[in-house]
């Protein structure tokens, strides 16, 4: 009897508990019906906090509370966000980049990637076509056996040539950065102006006269010369050396053959792609032989002897 009521006294403590369980998960199931949440707040200094609240929007728990956001502060997300399934709001620092492009939105300056890359990358290509002068020649005729009165006598008067170029002209941002000449046509020719000297009073290498120009190589042709170089030293001159040539012109590198009388002075010729004068005569300038006039001997030494196609423009 005794133990019967002791297993009644259990049964009743059961129910007890039984009842309890079932009040409390009541309140457990109110709770969530009326949207009671456990929300953490992690603050920009690393603490961490959580709350209990019946709210859902951002900003009402950050208000409840007491919690006030900097200038340099954001949240996650954002307050006027509803807290997302995470239950989570974030504070942090925005970064510096973050706080400059609000700078930037708040002047009101707006540069998107693509105007940014228009101001850099502008290359326009435009085909241009100008004309322009083709300078005259100054060329002398030596008359050796002239008169006094002849001496420097003009026998022609030079006369500009005109020509029309063709150029590919690349701009960036408008400013020609590049020029490249695609043709040349020629309207006119120019006319040399051709003064009368005589060969003495103009000391130079040349030991012969050009009075007979004979044979004269036509313009367009190519021929395979000997080529040396000379300087206005006395090794390469003698007695001439005064940095003149036979035809009365200061030698200039760059510029300045000695050529066969069969080539006249004036005429251009072109070796290795560069532009020279015949303005020169030598002893040993005969034949398919052409000298280079260079700024010094060891250069002319430097350049030794070699056969290249002279084209007579
Ligand atoms: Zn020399």
Redesign the pocket.
Known sequence: MQKKNKSKFSLIKVIIICLILILLSGVGVMAVTTGINTVKIELSNGYEMTVLTSKTNVKEILNDNNIILEDNEKVTPSLSEEITSSKTITISDKSEQEIEVAKVSESGVEMTLDSILDAYATVTEKIETVEEAIPFETVTKDVSNGSEDTKNKVLQEGVEGKKRVTYKVKYQNDIEIERTKISEEIIQEPVNKIIQVRSKTVSSRSVTTTRTESTAQSSGSVKVYKVTA????????GSHANGYTASGTRATAGRTVAAPSNLPYGTKLNINGRTYVVEDRGGAIKGNRIDVYVN??SE?LAWGVRYLPVEVQ
């Open positions: 000379y300087c206005s030293c006395r090794k390469c001159c010094s001997h002319a």
